[in-house]
């Protein structure tokens, strides 16, 4: 079935160091994709996209990349600071009409000091 | 932050009374979206709006119903609500359907 998941619900990573989030898709359609970041009791934050005519993209400190062969999808989030604990969500868009999307259940991001 | 509101962002009551939350942008979007937030089951979109008086459903739609009468404001109502639509809702803006979606700060509903 169609579906987003991720492969681990909770990663811990030393302040300073790269952290990897990673996330599987099933739906070969898909051409969108987004990753958000969300901290407790607020909204999710859009943090970066890519389309699926793209490998890479990478924005401040952070870096998507998508690997269609294997319908997977990464984030990269360089020196990771305190302030980028927060749980962090992938969605696809399947290019339909209206824009919906279809969110991963989510990966708990805790940097140590 | 992207000019999106919500209200209330808190609200408690009992199972069987109606509600109705509501989302205001500023951007002048196209695209609204409303999302449910629940522990286990990540966000799921319950309704969205692509247009004025033009909606249609998402996947979680039943026992709820939504109106968009301005492009400015997007409306959820939950008919008589019951203790499974206890959750966090957000609202979300879109310019063009194809790309990002912004996020409003949420409503945390208590159906007791």
């Known amino acids: 079935g169609e579906s987003v998941g991720l492969h681990l619900p909770t990663l811990s990573v030393q302040e300073g160091d790269n952290s990897i989030i990673n996330c599987a898709y099933s739906n070969s359609a898909s051409d969108y994709f987004i990753w958000y970041k969300q901290e407790s009791g607020k909204g999710p934050q859009f943090i970066i996209d890519?389309?699926?005519?793209?490998d890479k993209r990478q924005g401040q400190r952070v870096t998507v990349l998508l690997n269609k062969t294997v319908k997977h999808l990464s984030l990269q989030i360089a020196a990771t600071q305190p302030g980028d604990s927060a749980v962090y969500f992938c969605a696809e868009n399947k290019g339909n009409q209206g824009g919906k999307l279809i969110f991963g259940q989510g990966t708990e991001l805790s940097v140590k000091p | 932050d992207a000019g999106i509101t919500q209200s209330p962002r808190h609200k408690v009551t009992e199972t069987g009374t109606p509600v109705t939350l509501r989302c205001h942008q500023t951007?002048?979007?196209?695209?609204m979206y409303w999302y449910r937030q629940d522990p286990g089951h990540g966000l799921r979109l319950i309704h969205y709006s692509y247009g004025v008086k033009d909606t249609d459903k998402g996947e979680v739609s039943d026992g709820y119903s939504v109106s968009r009468s301005k492009t400015e404001d997007f409306l959820l109502t939950l008919e008589s609500a019951t203790s499974s639509q206890t959750s966090v809702y957000f609202c979300?803006?879109?310019?063009?359907?194809?790309?990002?979606?912004?996020f409003g700060p949420g409503t945390r509903l208590t159906v007791t």
């Open positions: 890519i389309r699926s005519n793209m």
């Open positions: 951007e002048n979007h196209r695209y």
């Open positions: 979300a803006i879109s310019s063009t359907g194809r790309n990002e979606q912004y």
